[in-house]
T-cell receptor, first 109, second 112 residues
């Protein structure tokens, strides 16, 4: 069975401070990991995926297979980063996504 | 290019009523899915489809039916609404090979 754990339901960070949203997963095969974001009154959208190894809006995430983690990081938080963030997993070659419970990030001005 | 379109945006039902949530995509994606979003529980998969004529159950299928007669459309039917089905429902579509999942704007359903 595949499982995604996001231990923090709520996270508040001051503007300019570093941000780290935690994500751990459980999957027996080769996983594909994603971060999705939902801004206020907008639809859920892909933020980044581990296979692309890119930085989007200053966010990065590294897949650590040893620790089964895919934490999302940003060195300097901005107010527009306030949103709901979901970590998600799928099996390689399988479109079925399993989501974590989400972390609501609030950036304090 | 509209992407994924869900209707309605809001709906209030009485217990026992039935209704259909509509979902359509214009990206020729084979894979479509329905999720419900509840506070503290994230998004949970209700039903999914890997192509026209093929559907399967997700994590929380009870009380819901789906069909996929065309590639474009994937409606979700509530057979007899219950207060436990009060939630926000999202439809998504995905191209093959773990590409990005595109989501609709959601349907906020309240069952009283």
């Amino acid at each position: 069975a595949q499982r995604v754990t996001q231990p923090e339901k709520l996270l508040s960070v001051f503007k300019g401070a570093p941000v780290e949203l935690k994500c751990n997963y459980s999957y027996s095969g080769s996983p594909e990991l994603f971060w999705y974001v939902q801004y206020s009154r907008q639809r859920l959208q892909l933020l980044l995926r581990h296979i692309s190894r890119e930085s989007i809006k200053g966010f990065t995430a590294d897949l650590n297979k040893g620790e089964t983690s895919f934490h999302l990081k940003k060195p300097f938080a901005q107010e527009e980063d306030s949103a709901m963030y979901y970590c998600a997993l799928s099996g390689f070659g399988n479109e079925k996504l399993t989501f974590g419970t989400g972390t609501r990030l609030t950036i304090i001005p | 290019n509209a992407g994924v379109t869900q209707t309605p945006k809001f709906q209030v039902l009485k217990t026992g009523q039935s209704m259909t949530l509509q979902c359509a995509q214009d990206m020729n994606h084979e894979y479509m899915s329905w999720y419900r979003q509840d506070p503290g529980m994230g998004l949970r998969l209700i039903h999914y489809s890997v192509g026209a004529g093929i559907t399967d159950q997700g994590e929380v299928p009870n009380g819901y039916n789906v069909s996929r007669s065309t590639t474009e459309d994937f409606p979700l039917r509530l057979l007899s609404a219950a207060p436990s089905q009060t939630s926000v429902y999202f439809c998504a579509s995905t191209g093959g090979g773990n590409t990005e999942a595109f989501f609709g704007q959601g349907t906020r359903l309240t069952v009283v």
